[in-house]
Every structure is written in structure tokens, then in C-alpha cells.
């Protein structure tokens, strides 16, 4: 039987497992010549928008470490554990389930929690 109690009140803070190894911020899009397009579908689409808006320092951040894997994520302030864009994450930052499958797998290569 699962721990219920410990499930529900997992939570992303201090937590970093899911940005340890991206490199930069995982977004649906397409690099030509240095400049993001969308790849096509609602979630790209989002993400480019998401992109756009963005502070010129966190598209250069994003776009300085495209390719970079095993890195903690470019946007990641690792100081005080949280996303320094937040307002602006890619979707599958938005959609990854605290608690699910991935999230566990993560936590626990990195030992965290």
C-alpha cells in the first residue's frame, strides 16, 4: 500500500530533480540560424510565444545553452532552487506530474527527498 499522506504533500520546492540534467529549458522548438520556430502543434505554438515574451536574459540564456545536456538548466537559480523564469517555463516544464513516474525516477537518481 502507498503512502498517501507523503504523496500529496510532495511538492516541487527545493526540489531541482527535473532541472538537473536539461541544460536549458526544454522547449518545443526548432533552431534555424539561431532563431526559435515552432515544430508545429498547440504545445510548440505556446512555447515559442512563451519564448518571446520572455526577458531578453532568459532567451539569451536559453539560446546560449541549446544542445547542452547533463547541465543543470540554464534557467534554474540553483542558489535558491527555483526556476529564475517561471512565468515563462516551457509546457513540459507546466505539465510534468510532482509525484508521477519521471519525478520519482529523478529524485531519486539525484538523490533528492
Known sequence: MKNMGRERSLTCDGCTACCLSVGHPPFLLNL????PFPIGGE?????HERLGAAPAAARAAYLGHVGTI????????EANKRCRYYDFRPDVCRTFEVGGKWCSQLRELHQIG
Do not use: E, R
Request: aromatic share 6%.
Open 32 to 35: 534555424q540560424k539561431g532563431v
Open 43 to 47: 504545445d510548440s505554438a505556446a512555447d
Open 70 to 77: 547533463n547541465a543543470p538548466c540554464s534557467w534554474l537559480d
